[in-house]
Every structure is written in C-alpha cells, then in structure tokens.
C-alpha cells in the first residue's frame, strides 16, 4: 500500500478515454474554482499523446470562460523547425489552444539563445501563481523533460536546458513522434520539479501498459531522482488517473474507486 504520508489521490478507469474524461472533469472544476474566487487562471500543459482524450474532454467543459485563462506548456525541444509538428507548441495548438478562446497563450520559443529563452520562460511564469498543471508520467518515471538519474526535486531554477536520454528519447518515437532516434533532439527547455509543483493542482493522466513500471515506481519507490515522479506524493493536491493497463502492476485495491 502506498505510504500514508502520501496525499496522492488514485482513480482507475477502463480505458483512456474514460481516464482522459475524469481528469478533464476534475481539471475544469478546478479552473471554475480559480474564476470564481480570483476572475481568472493560469494553467500548464503537457504536449503528449496520453493528454488528448482530457484535452478534448476539457475543451467541451461548461462553465469555463476560456477568454479568462492563460495558457503554459511545460517543455519545447531545442533546435527543431519552428513550423514543425514535433515542436509541444504546435502540437498544443492543434490539439487544443486553437479549439478554445483563451486570453493568452505563451509559448517555448527555445531558438536561438535558449538559455536567455528558459529565464524569460521563467519569468513570465512568476508573474502569477499557477492554478492547474496537467501532466503526464514519462515511461522513464520523468515529469516534463527532467529526465532520471539528474532531475534535481529540489532545483533552485524554475525553468532550464537540460539533455534528454536515450530512454527518454526513444519514447518520443515509440510515441510516434520522430521517425527514428537520429531524428530526435538531444536538448530541451523545460519546467523544473519544483516549478511544476508550486501549482495549487495537479492532475496527471497515465495510459498504457508500456507505462505500468512508471506508474508502480511512482507510487512505491523511494521519493527521489531515480524515479522524478515520485515527487508527486509530496503533492497535498495531485490526483494520478490510470486506464487499467498503467495500473495493470498494481496491487487490487490501491486505487480510491474502481
């Protein structure tokens, strides 16, 4: 069982799309939450095949005005064609920054100086506080592209350059992204551990079978860089949801409903 120190809230659904619907459920609650008590929100994005079943799901939520929501991502690769589908960006847009009418989106623009692009990154995150992030898991146990063993849960920066692995790198073409391993970056910018968890919710969606070793060290190995997702037990406010084949290694029973 998980440790009962964790604050980590499981939901197993059947399949992806019924574990894409709940999380989207839950992230527009907490979107109409936000507008109710401040006016607006502020929320990231993961740029992943596992995140378009919620990003559909949410873009049909009622209740949300959209033309009151500022829009993040979490991670860009360096060096691709700013016109390429690979970049997160442009395959944010299409799956869902394009679908609604949001009153600002802010994009990775890593090229050419990607260092100065990190710190402007940063600061235009600090410039309020982060309502929602919606994220996945990595089949390496990584959130956004802090890769093990290096993913720093303590990072004093808040956005950075950092270099990919190989497993890291060989998901994004399993994932269907790049033809071959040549073809994908080997350096990214991305939202450090830290930065992603001063958000006030997290909701994270997991899907596939190929993920299931990720999801069990997630919930059982210590918390710490070997696996990053770990730190998401440290979370008061992170719901994990799973189709069954992510949560295939699990023990009957973890999940908080069926």
Known sequence: MLSPTSALNIRVKDDPIMAGRAAAAE????????????GSARVVFAAAPSQRHLLEALALEEGIDWSRVTAFHMDEYIGLDPGAPQRFGNWLRTAFFDRVPLEAVHLIDPDPA????????????AE?????????????????????????????????VVELDEICRRQQVDDGGFPDLDQVPRRAITLTIPRLLAADRLVAVVSGKYKSEAVRRTLYDPIGPACPATALRTHPRCTLY????????????ESDEG
Do not use: M, T
């Open 242 to 253: 799973l189709d069954a084949d992510a949560a295939s290694l699990l023990p009957s029973g």
């Open 114 to 125: 990607p260092e100065a692009a990190a710190g402007a990154y940063a600061r235009l995150l």
């Open 27 to 38: 992230a527009a609650e907490a979107l109409r939450r936000a507008q109710a008590a401040q």
């Open 128 to 160: 309020g506080p982060i309502d929602l992030v919606c994220l996945g898991i990595g089949v390496n146990g990584h959130l956004a592209f802090n890769d093990p063993p290096v993913a720093d849960l303590d990072d004093p920066q808040e956005v950075k």
